[in-house]
């Protein structure tokens, strides 16, 4: 199979990267937010625990959106510079 066919099938998630899983940056980033999300809950009442965890749903969510933009933006450079270089 071809990479444009796996992609389109599923065999490949572009955002399962190994650099990040191996990024210092990254672990010690997940680490603090977990940390911090754990102190944070910790302190809330009941109904602002309920706020935070829809905060945090909106947060993700976003995240998403912005995830794909760039993906697909990336693309779009990366297909430009192919074509430049033929």
Known sequence: MTVLENLS???I???DSDSLKN???YKEGLRLVGRLQRELSETLNEEQKKLF???LMAANELT???DEEVFKSGYRLA???MIECM
């Open 13 to 15: 998630e572009p955002t």
């Open 23 to 25: 990024n210092v940056r």
């Open 53 to 55: 965890e829809k905060y």
């Open 9 to 11: 099938n599923g065999n």
């Open 64 to 66: 998403v959106v912005i």
């Open 79 to 81: 297909t430009k510079i």
